[in-house]
Nanobody, 117 residues
């Protein structure tokens, strides 16, 4: 099992930045792929970014246009999502999820990100 706790969300003006953190416990973290997802009101949950256990491979949604960066610190058992040049369309609840080999089956509680125009 993997337990995940997100933090770092908040209210920011358009053009600003936030860094989300996903702290994990319960399993050898360096073997766990982690993804960041978001869900805006009335929309489906979408994958924003993902990173392999070693951190050697990352994935980003095409719509991000290079504004977000995912990284991880396996000593601190934490995955980060640095979000720059935020837009009102980035407003959503952001979730991190872990894949231990059976899909995205472990989820955090989510953190709200609100970008004002």
């Amino acid at each position: 099992q993997v337990q995940l706790v997100e933090s770092g969300g908040g209210l920011v003006q358009a053009g600003g930045s936030l860094r989300l953190s996903c702290a994990a416990s319960g399993r050898t973290f360096s073997r766990v792929a982690v993804g960041w997802f978001r869900q805006a009101p009335g929309k489906e949950r979408e994958l924003v970014s993902a990173i392999t256990g070693s951190g050697g491979t990352t994935h980003y949604a095409d719509s991000l246009k290079g504004r977000f960066t995912i990284s991880r610190d396996n000593v601190k058992n934490t995955v980060y999502l640095q979000m720059n040049s935020l837009e009102p369309e980035d407003t959503a609840v952001y979730y991190c999820a872990a894949d231990i080999g059976t899909g995205w089956n472990h989820w955090g509680q989510g953190t709200q990100v609100t970008v004002s125009s």
